[in-house]
């Protein structure tokens, strides 16, 4: 099993560009979990889908996020435009369906750079 | 009310000694409590987690505490190791793979001196 997937591992950019986030979750897991992790607010979750479908954008700071998930292996959290505040490690996290326990599983992250 | 508040932010412990790191919840419907452990440039990952029905749980040298009267539940890791040098995040959800998101405490980053 190969794992969450997630690409790039490193980007940087510049202020006002746009950054485009990609995930692969784990085959047969129907949750897709974007969390953004900072020193000062530690992990929060932007956003997740169930079967494809978006449950809760609560967490997603502003217009500038946009999250999809065309189909069940493969999702993209943009920012457009991106902003220094933004500078933050992405998590993407996927969840078997059925689960008798909320265990998620973590990708390796996208660290992100906003100069 | 969706809050997991953890204590404390940062915890040094030498070779062989008890970590102990602290979670307070306040949703009482919450009845799943998981541990994640991460490593410096990997994600967070399970480690340990316990349902209310219990009031403790051991997997090897990690143990969690529950005390379901207090809304307060507790990590500690025996013998602690260099090893275990990593960020835990206590986290809260409803049981059941369907039931959403967990919600994560600001995590604790451990150190284990040699």
Redesign the interface.
């Known amino acids: 099993d190969a794992g ?1 997937i997630q690409s790039p591992r490193h980007e940087v950019t510049e202020m006002g560009q746009e950054v485009t986030l990609r995930c692969k979750p784990i085959s047969g897991h129907n ?1 897709l ?1 974007w969390y953004r992790q900072t020193m000062m ?3 929060e ?1 932007l956003i ?1 889908f ?1 079967n494809n479908v978006p ?2 954008d609560s967490g997603m700071p502003e217009d500038r996020f946009s999250a999809k998930m065309p189909n069940a292996s493969f999702s993209t959290l943009k920012i457009q435009p991106s902003e220094p505040r933004d500078s933050a490690v992405y ?1 993407c ?1 996927s ?15 996208t660290r992100l750079t906003v100069l | 009310q969706q809050q997991v508040k953890q204590s404390p932010q940062s915890l040094i412990v030498q070779k062989g000694g008890i970590s102990i790191i602290n979670c307070a919840y306040e949703n009482t419907a919450f009845d799943y409590f998981p541990w994640y452990q991460q490593f410096p440039g990997k994600g967070p990952a399970l480690l340990i987690a316990i349902r209310p029905d219990v009031s403790e749980k051991k997997e090897g040298r990690f143990t969690i505490s529950f005390n379901k009267s207090a809304k307060q539940f507790s990590l500690h890791i025996m013998d602690s190791q260099p090893g275990d040098s990593a960020t835990y995040f206590c986290a809260a959800s409803l049981y059941g793979g369907s039931q959403g998101n967990l919600i994560f405490g600001k995590g604790t980053k451990l150190s284990v001196k040699p």
Not at chain 1, 95 to 109: D, K, T, V
């Open positions: 969450v949750s979990f607010r530690g992990l979750l997740y169930n449950i809760d998590f996290a969840r078997r369906a059925g689960s008798s326990y909320n265990e998620q599983f973590f990708g390796p992250g």
